[in-house]
């Protein structure tokens, strides 16, 4: 519990805590009147079984005298509606409880599944590249709701079930304290015994649960997004079986922690239904008389009545909070870790100065986990206003070049410079915001066309000009033009009505947008027909006198116009010059030449 408490705290805010502090001011006030509530039942019950308990009771008599000293009818009835009025506050108050713990909960779960979302969009790219998104949609998703129903929510109503029980206890205890000590050791041992037995196995349980949700959410994820394949050779039997595996692992955990968490429940019921009976064997063991009998069997009645849902709570939520542990520390860890990426600011940066070159001075990179570099000894110069290619086969390390370029990737050795100063991390937004990038695969979202073009930026923020404008460039307007709803036009999950070529389009347009002074094109006009492709070369060609360009291509043509040619391969800038100069004096690059 303690630990539990630790990690909570945590992951928590100093607003999270101050609230948390709230709603336990509440929780005090509602113990309060739960006492005087329980104290109102047996004062009303001692009075009606025993007129004379009004001279004895230390309660009843100064109540007595405030009203004037009534008869005793009147006195009853006065004691009754005392009862009423209290009754109905105690109620008030529990409701006022339940709204303080419910909108804690609530909104720490909405405040942590924005942090966490924030925390992931913070994250070096290089973290993309180890974990799957759907894991990462399932945190976000899954395990922040289970931090918060399965950890917060149980932590705060064990929290309240402990302050009712304590203050419960005392107060017996100061009526009766023989009988109090006895029946809260009974009740201390059984509670115990009934939770240890299921300590580890609910920790166990709670484990192979987020592994078997997290296979639920990678199986779904990679069957839908790879649904035309599946079904073209027909594996999609393959992709229901994997879900169907995790799935049932899935919920019978669910099942087994759900019979696990009742247990204690009826075995507290039976002893507290012994215990009574002991009471009423002690009393008359005594022999008591049997209005004393009657008044001490309706209060330690009356405050089972109180603690035994309390007691039960606070096993529950004891077994729940077990089960839901591993969510807290997979909270904790990810909210750890990008802790930095929480801190930077999202909005679009002001542009670094570009006005003369970018340059790679022997650059290295290894991507986590490898064997060897990736990347070695890069050096090349990007001069302001040139276009220069890479070209090379396929995993030469291209790709991996320009993901240092955009700032994506950090570099294991050497340095990158900008007008000739070094671009250290905390100049990576500002480089970013030169930068226009088009990959090979575009990612579209299930939008319009408009959005998608001005890629993450609310409706008014938007440049109708500047959309239209890029569109033009990337000979896609007329398209648009033609279709009903034009830049309106809702294009499906993925840009699904949309063909590769228009996609590709898109994705060149919304690279254009912002009119950055350097475009990279990684493959960028791949998916376009040599006519389209043509066309798009030249319009991006025509801005030459503005734009620095570093364009990766297989088909050679796209770069005969480049101004400078690098041919990459193993990890290593193997030559580099004009296109015709390459093609006359290096023979891998003519064989890939006349390939094109």
Partial sequence: MFSLLSDLNAILTPRDRFLAFCVFLVVLA???????GI????????????????????????????????????????????????????????????????RFVLFRNHVLCRRLMRAYLGMPYAFFLQRHTAELSKNILNEVARVASGILYPMVEALTSIALILTIFGFLLVENPAMTLIAGAVVGIATLACYLPLHSRLSTLGLERQEADALRFKTASDSLSGIKDARILGRTDFFLDRFSNASDRFFRRELVHKILSQIPHFALETIAFVGILGMVFYTNAEGRPGSETLATLSLFTIASYRLLPQVKNVLRDLTILRYSESSLELLGMDLSTGKQGEDEKSRRAEPLPFSRALELDGVSFRYEGAARDTLSDISMTVPCHQSIALVGPTGAGKTTIVDIVLGLLVPSEGEIRVDGKTLAEGD?????????????????????????????????????????????????????DGLPDGYDTEIGERGTRLSGGQRQRIGIARALYHRPPLLVLDEGTSALDGATEKEVTSAIAALAPEVTMIIIAHRLATVRACDRVYLVKDGRIVDSGAFDRLVRDNADFRAMAQLA
Avoid: C
């Fill in 428 to 480: 990576l937004p500002s480089w970013q915001a030169n930068v226009g990038y088009v990959p090979q695969t575009i990612f579209l979202t299930d939008d319009s066309l408009r959005r998608n073009i001005a890629f993450g930026l609310p409706d008014h923020e938007i440049d109708d000009k500047a959309v239209r404008t890029a569109a033009k460039l990337a000979r896609i307007d007329d398209f648009i």
């Fill in 30 to 36: 509602f113990a309060a009147t739960e006492i005087v």
């Fill in 39 to 102: 104290g109102s039942i047996v004062w009303f019950v001692s009075v009606l079984g025993e007129p004379n308990a009004i001279e004895t009771s230390r309660v009843l008599k100064p109540l007595h005298e405030l009203l004037g000293t009534p008869d005793y009818s009147e006195f009853v009835i006065s004691v009754g509606v005392l009862l009423l009025v209290v009754m109905v506050a105690r109620n008030l108050m529990q409701l006022l409880t339940i709204w303080a713990q419910q």
